[in-house]
């Protein structure tokens, strides 16, 4: 398969979380991780978000080079008001997975599988590194497909959920993957008095 480089990124809570479960927006890690964010992007050919994660965080996905913004959904149904359609910035493409996405004027829509979209980026559109910041929908099924190669983490251990049913990095608690993804640690940066830690890890290979 021809496919780019995969990266994700996320903040995680002393438990595993990403939000919480009465659902919990961006905003409760330090600047540092906002800057690390905005560091990963930057390396980037293409950024990739879940619709849930571009509606609950209100995302523009900018970064100085303009990478395409793609954004994933499985009904295809898009608010032509989010402030994403209105802002400068790469181009934006909308993959519906189970229904082809609404037109909305200025975007590149894609109906299709998630695998063939990643595909279809690398052949099409020349990107050889996607990063993706979530959510843990979307970031499942980059690891039941295998094509995650790094993982880069915000460990805010200041902070606990809880929650049954609050998400980790590969969504609602559910079903085991089919099989166990092997990472090997790259970096391990704890952050002075914010109680975080930046961690990275790359695919193992062999
Ligand atoms: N801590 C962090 O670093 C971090 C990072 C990202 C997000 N979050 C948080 O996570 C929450 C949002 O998560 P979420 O559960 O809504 O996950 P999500 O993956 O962002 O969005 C879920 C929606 O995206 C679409 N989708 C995701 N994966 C898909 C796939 N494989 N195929 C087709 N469509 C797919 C579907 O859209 P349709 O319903 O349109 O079909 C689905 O309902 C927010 O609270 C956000 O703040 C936290």
Redesign the pocket.
């Known amino acids: 398969m021809n496919r780019p480089h995969i990266s994700i990124n996320?903040?995680?809570s002393a438990d595993g979380k990403?939000?919480s479960a009465e659902?919990?927006?961006?905003g409760w890690t330090s600047r540092a991780d906002f800057e690390r964010l905005k560091t990963l992007r930057e390396s980037a050919d293409a950024l990739m978000?879940?619709?849930?994660?571009l509606e609950?965080?209100r995302m523009t996905m900018n970064a100085p080079q303009k990478p395409l913004r793609c954004v994933?959904?499985?009904?295809g149904?898009f608010d032509p008001g989010h402030p994403l359609f209105a802002s400068d910035g790469g181009p934006i493409h909308l993959l519906g997975?189970d229904h082809a996405p609404d037109e909305i004027p200025g975007t590149h829509g894609h109906h299709g599988s998630?695998a063939a979209f990643v595909e279809t980026l690398a052949q099409e559109f020349n990107v050889k590194r996607l990063h993706c910041?979530?959510?843990?929908?979307?970031v499942r099924?980059l690891a039941t497909l295998d094509l995650i190669d790094e993982i880069h983490l915000t460990w805010a251990g200041h902070t606990l959920f809880g929650g049954v049913d609050a998400?980790g990095i590969t969504?609602s608690p559910g079903d085991f993957l089919e099989a166990s993804r092997h990472f090997e640690l790259t970096e391990f940066t704890p952050l002075g008095n914010t109680g975080e830690c930046f961690l990275s890890y790359r695919r193992k290979t062999g």
């Open positions: 996320f903040a995680i990403i939000s659902h919990c927006p961006s978000v879940g619709r849930g994660t609950s965080d994933v959904s499985s009904k149904r997975t998630l910041e979530g959510g843990g929908q979307l099924e998400p969504g």
